[in-house]
């Protein structure tokens, strides 16, 4: 079993549309739990990451985790195509804070116009 | 400039060649990684260097060598790649271990 899953997509939305992205991880310990967007040719990019159970906002942007599920996720309001990209979850592992981070293979997504 | 800075962005490399990947943060960090990122698989951490010093080898063969003479710049040496070995290699840099790592834009890797 992967310590990390997640769907790769594609998932299409239309413009507008409130989009669901998930992972799902098995190592109880996981404490932070990160996503990241990486558009093509480039490199992942640090949206936003919260520590242990709940909800955090930034802007059209939502992460929420259920430690009991070992299940988060990331919520996108008003889909632009401008978040077309694939989006990776991350969790740090081991006692080294950030250092060493297990990674999602990545979910793509595909918002049109 | 500023951020993690990668060069080149492509290579293309036979497998006796040898060649070098560069990496530049400008963002004061102490903390530099090598990542190899594989169509349909996660990131691979490969080594972590922190304050000049290797903290971490992540299994990799020894055909990759990285080196990391100051806390600003960091090289992964290549030498008799394989096929497999072609992905996007991905530096990443942090403040520490306390703090979450940026991305540079990587290099991509054919080996032919």
């Known amino acids: 079993q992967k310590e990390v899953e997640q769907d790769p997509g594609p998932l299409s939305v239309p413009e507008g549309a409130i989009v669901s992205l998930n992972c799902t991880y098995s190592?109880?310990?996981?404490?932070?739990f990160m996503w990241y967007r990486q558009y093509s040719r480039k490199g992942p990019e640090l949206l936003m990451y919260t520590y242990s159970s709940g909800n955090k906002e930034d802007g059209r942007f939502t992460a929420q985790v259920d430690k009991s599920s070992k299940y988060i996720s990331l919520f996108i309001r008003d889909s632009q195509p401008s978040d077309s990209a694939t989006y990776l979850c991350a969790m740090p592992s081991g006692n080294t804070g950030f250092q060493k981070l297990v990674f999602g293979t990545g979910t793509r997504l595909l918002v049109s116009p | 400039e500023t951020g993690v800075t990668q060069t080149p962005r492509h290579l293309v490399m036979g497998m006796t060649n040898k060649k070098s990947l560069k990496c530049e943060q400008h963002?004061?960090?102490?903390?530099m990684y090598w990542y190899k990122q594989s169509a349909k698989k996660p990131l691979e951490l490969m080594f972590v260097?922190?304050?000049?010093?290797?903290?971490e080898n992540n299994s990799v063969p020894s055909r990759f060598s990285p080196e990391c003479p100051n806390s600003s710049h960091l090289f992964l040496h290549l030498h008799t790649l394989q096929p497999e070995d072609s992905a996007l290699y991905l530096c990443?840099?942090?403040?520490?271990?306390?703090?979450?790592?940026?991305f540079g834009d990587g290099t991509r890797l054919s080996i032919l």
């Open positions: 963002l004061g960090h102490n903390a």
């Open positions: 990443a840099s942090s403040q520490d271990y306390s703090q979450p790592q940026h």
């Open positions: 190592n109880s310990a996981f404490q932070y």
């Open positions: 260097y922190n304050f000049k010093e290797q903290t």
